[in-house]
């Protein structure tokens, strides 16, 4: 070890008190695998040492020695991301700083409808405190458990919710961020109207822990949902799921919170590892696509007038089946919807995609890619779910599931196999026709290490020159979350 990364350890044991400061020397990796692996096991890093900060002052002192020894620092909350976008690097060079113990939530104003939280603090833990007030914090993805705010603002995460509320930019008032030198941004108004300047929190959000640490948040809270309505619609293809949500929006007036989509292959992979979570009453949709709709139950839309339209979708030939959902219905419904990326894990690896594309794009984009892409590559499953009202498909490819692999272990390797050979190929052919049909290449999981170079290939030099002007400026010597998105 290099005596700079001697010194950063013993100046940081002594800020922390050595119980917060775990090191590969005195630890080991397997004490710190947790932190230094990804959530897909896709990156794999070696960190030099984990820190635990429990407040914006010790960050911020981290940072100062960070900044004094040139240590690349990484900024992790629950490492739930899918982009490898918290991931240290393997050669035992760079710290990682755990956001665990900055978990509380400072304070919550009623009136207001904003909160202020420490960005450790977990989404669950978050989504049940503004319960308790009889608010909502709006924002939901299926890792709520262990997924921190700080994560999801770094990553400006979406989820199941954006329809009606916004990803997670939309629901930020403001932000505390320390920065490279260690000096801390106090960004913390509640204001839903500031116009005093240039919007410095939206750069930090989405910004992947790139341009400084996140440590404190203030969010938007709404008030509670009491009583939602939930619908299942089978549809035949992806261009009769998009009609239906176009013909659902305009009955309820834009008022749906949530439209989220499964195609059948992504439904036989939930059905392979967890058959539980596939409820009976969907029946068989072979080759179809499911949707999930979900809006406020109010006087304004009067359940006749959807039954009425669902009824002239189907004489149209546009939906093949819809029902009404009963409170046990839609929990199974949702715990099905949650299950596919779970059980995308347990299967394999897979080119994983996170698109956004103009809803009007969204039909020619599917037939392209399984007409001109698909038919180069070996048998493949399209396991595309995701969130169709927001145009953001998860257009993950995976090996085709063969019987001879039933071990994990074997379809693990196969999959890994499969995935070094046609991984790079598969994801530039489908971000080129992404770009072709206006869309992004990321819309809610980030860039991180996965779409780093195709991000910087697929953006004009302009854009790109932007970004890295942004980053020298912030960070000028390269030691907040090196090798992601820029
Ligand atoms: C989801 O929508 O379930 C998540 O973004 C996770 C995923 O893409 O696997
Ligand atoms: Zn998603």
Known sequence: MNSDLALFLKSSEEILGGENVLSIRNQGL??????????????????????????????????????????????????TGLSGGATPSNDISQVVISMSRMNSIRSIDIVNKSLTVESGCSLRKLQDFAKNSSLLFPLDISSREDATI?????????????????????????????????????????LKKDNSGYSLKNLF????????????????????????????????????????????????????TAFEFMS???????????????????????????????LPRTNLYKDECL??????????GIVFKWGFCKNKQATKLWALREAITYASAENGQQVKNDLSLPRSSISDFVTSVRKSILPKYPRVSLINFGH???????????????????????????????????????????????????????????????????????????????????????????????????
């Open 388 to 486: 169709i009202g927001d145009g953001n498909l998860h257009f993950n490819v995976s090996p085709f599931f063969n019987e001879a692999f039933q071990k994990k272990e074997d379809r693990w390797k196969a999959h890994e196999v499969f995935l070094k050979k046609y991984e790079e190929k598969i994801r530039k052919d489908i971000n080129d026709l992404v770009v072709d049909f206006s869309g992004s290449v990321s819309a809610e999981h980030g860039i991180g290490q996965l779409r780093r170079e195709e991000n910087i290939r697929l953006k004009s030099d302009v854009e790109i020159n932007l970004m890295r002007g942004i980053k020298q400026y912030f960070d000028p010597k390269g030691i907040m979350n090196p090798g992601k998105l820029i």
């Open 30 to 79: 397997s004490n710190i695998l947790k932190f230094s692996v990804d959530w897909r096991k896709k990156f794999f890093g070696k960190p030099l040492a984990v820190c635990f900060p429990n407040s914006s002052s010790q960050v911020s002192e981290l940072v100062k020695l960070a900044d004094k020894f040139n240590v690349p620092l990484i900024a992790q909350g629950g490492n």
């Open 307 to 316: 039954t009425e339209r669902f009824e002239q979708l189907i004489s149209s």
């Open 205 to 256: 959000i989405g910004s992947e822990g790139t341009l400084g640490i996140i440590t404190a948040a203030s969010m938007c809270l709404y008030s509670e949902v009491l009583d939602r309505e939930t619908y299942f619609v089978i549809t035949r293809d992806i261009t009769a799921t998009v009609a239906v949500y176009n013909e659902l929006q305009k009955i309820v007036n834009d008022n749906l």
């Open 150 to 190: 700080g994560g999801i603002l770094a990553t400006n995460a979406g989820g199941l919710s954006v329809l009606r509320y916004g990803s997670a930019r939309d629901l930020c008032f403001g932000l505390e961020v320390v920065l490279s030198d260690g000096k801390i941004w106090n960004g913390l108004k509640s």
């Open 264 to 294: 059948s292959d992504a439904i036989d992979l939930v059905m392979r590892y967890f058959p539980n979570r596939v409820p009976n009453f969907i029946g068989n949709i072979k080759s179809k696509i499911i949707s999930i709709v979900e």
